[in-house]
């Protein structure tokens, strides 16, 4: 499912911070079913508690609120008579999964960790963060990413169906969260992204946005832990939430907190006949672990109740065999994991999964061009595909090798 949106810099707070090689204006042609399975991931929280929402909600129902009709992006008719605090939740939803869908894609990233949880874990007893709202002002960023250049970013990410204006004053706000963990020295890039989209009888046409305010540091006892070293918590941070968006609870919490419980220990060690068992996987021909989802829903149009039809989503979660054997093999005896061995194998990972791709985006890189269609090399150790030619069917291989694959189609 491709849809159109339009990228912008606004660069009225300035334009010190922001990604080196983000052009000023482009025309993105949004893979929005790859964007919903980077949505399940980000969401994912590292640590599992036990009462987190269902890892894979936000996968499987918006497919159901995107028009099929309109070539750029753009919500049905029929999410007009949502309750509000469910059309809340998809702009939260969209405005973190579409900015950094677009980077991955366009520019490398490849890994992404919560600011909160990052901190906890490189700072403990140092700095708290725990006391720091989770809203307004004072509420940390909400990511740190990676890319494959090993370069340190910063992101704010901010959503909105209201409109352009309102997304304008979404993005004001994230400038003093962003500026709460802002190191010139330290990040390459420090932006606030956002995305507009627009409902049905909306004028305006979907926009992502980045803007990047001037420098604030803070929080410089980060400078201490040097790139490479938060680097690494990022990666093994993003790693925790792939094994959770992957239903992988104990080994997740396992890899973000660097121990397992003693019960849970002989249930993460042995991942094949533990964890991957009772999570319902089984071994595929691929030397893969796999688990399907299956989804029905009865979706109408409200401006052509003819349009009524049954679909079917379908998520396909495969885990490679060198991942769990991996993992299994971190945890010792008394539940402590060997993080140090972990970094060096995830990093091993990414130097011989890792290929340079050509990218392709009309854009343009000043305001007195035109928008051009623009190649560039990107190199990075996802992988993304559209499958079966229709755009109703789409997958993410994250750093890690974690694959998400989701299918959309009529109920026959």
Request: contains cysteine; charged residues 20%; hydrophobic residues 40%.
């Given at each position: 499912m491709k849809?159109?949106?339009?990228?912008?810099?606004?660069?009225?707070?300035?334009?010190?911070?922001?990604?080196?090689?983000?052009?000023?204006?482009?025309?993105?042609?949004?893979?929005v079913l790859q964007a919903l399975l980077v949505v399940g991931y980000l969401t994912t929280p590292p640590?599992?508690?036990?009462?987190?929402?269902?890892?894979?909600?936000?996968?499987?129902?918006?497919?159901?609120?995107?028009?099929?009709?309109?070539?750029?992006?753009?919500?049905?008719?029929?999410?007009?008579?949502?309750?509000?605090?469910?059309?809340?939740?998809?702009?939260?939803?969209f405005g973190l999964g579409f900015p950094c869908h677009y980077l991955v894609e366009q520019h490398g990233f490849e890994d992404?960790?919560?600011?909160?949880?990052?901190?906890?874990?490189?700072?403990?007893?140092?700095?708290?963060?725990?006391?720091?709202?989770?809203?307004?002002?004072?509420?940390?960023?909400?990511?740190?990413?990676?890319d494959s250049l090993e370069r340190l970013h910063v992101l704010e990410c901010?959503?909105?169906?209201?409109?352009?204006?309102?997304?304008?004053?979404?993005?004001?706000?994230?400038?003093?969260?962003?500026?709460?963990?802002?190191?010139?020295?330290?990040?390459?890039?420090?932006?606030?992204?956002?995305?507009f989209i627009p409902q049905d009888r909306s004028t305006e046409t979907a926009q992502l946005v980045f803007i990047d305010p001037p420098p604030d540091p803070a929080l410089q006892r980060l400078q201490d832990f040097g790139p490479r070293v938060?680097?690494?918590?990022?990666?093994?941070?993003?790693?925790?939430?792939?094994?959770?968006?992957?239903?992988?609870?104990?080994?997740?919490?396992?890899?973000?907190?660097g121990r397992v419980g003693?019960?849970?220990?002989?249930?993460?060690?042995?991942?094949?006949?533990?964890?991957?068992?009772?999570?319902?996987?089984?071994?595929?021909?691929?030397?893969?672990?796999?688990?399907?989802?299956e989804y029905r829903s009865l979706e109408t149009d409200l401006k052509n109740e003819a349009d009524r039809a049954a679909f079917v989503t379908r998520l396909v979660i495969d885990v490679p065999d060198?991942?769990?054997?991996?993992?299994?093999?971190?945890?010792?005896?008394?539940?402590?994991m060997q993080l140090d061995d972990l970094d060096d194998w995830l990093d091993e990972r990414l130097q011989r999964e890792r290929k340079t791709n050509v990218r392709s985006i009309h854009a343009q890189y000043s305001d007195n061009q035109k928008l051009v269609l623009?190649?560039?090399?990107?190199?990075s150790a996802w992988t993304m595909s559209s499958s079966d030619g229709n755009g109703e069917a789409a997958s993410i291989s994250v750093s890690s090798g974690i694959r998400l694959q989701i299918e959309r189609k009529r109920f026959a």
């Open positions: 849809k159109h949106i339009s990228m912008s810099v606004d660069a009225s707070h300035g334009t010190t911070s922001l990604l080196p090689g983000l052009p000023s204006a482009a025309a993105w042609n949004c893979d640590r599992y508690r036990g009462i987190s929402l269902s890892t894979y909600w936000a996968w499987l129902r918006y497919g159901a609120a995107i028009s099929r009709r309109d070539p750029s992006l753009r919500l049905r008719p029929i999410w007009n008579e949502l309750d509000p605090h469910q059309k809340t939740i998809l702009s939260d939803d992404f960790a919560d600011t909160a949880y990052l901190l906890d874990s490189l700072m403990a007893g140092v700095v708290s963060h725990a006391a720091r709202s989770k809203r307004g002002p004072s509420k940390t960023p909400d990511l740190i990413g990676v901010k959503g909105s169906q209201t409109s352009r204006a309102a997304l304008d004053d979404a993005l004001a706000r994230g400038i003093s969260q962003k500026s709460n963990l802002n190191n010139g020295s330290l990040f390459t890039s420090c932006m606030v992204g956002g995305l938060i680097a690494r918590a990022v990666r093994r941070q993003s790693f925790a939430k792939a094994l959770g968006a992957a239903g992988l609870w104990a080994a997740a919490g396992g890899v973000a907190s003693p019960a849970e220990a002989d249930f993460v060690r042995n991942l094949k006949s533990g964890e991957l068992r009772f999570n319902g996987f089984s071994q595929s021909k691929e030397q893969t672990w796999r688990k399907t989802i060198d991942v769990i054997n991996h993992v299994g093999n971190l945890v010792g005896r008394n539940g402590q623009r190649k560039r090399k990107v190199a």
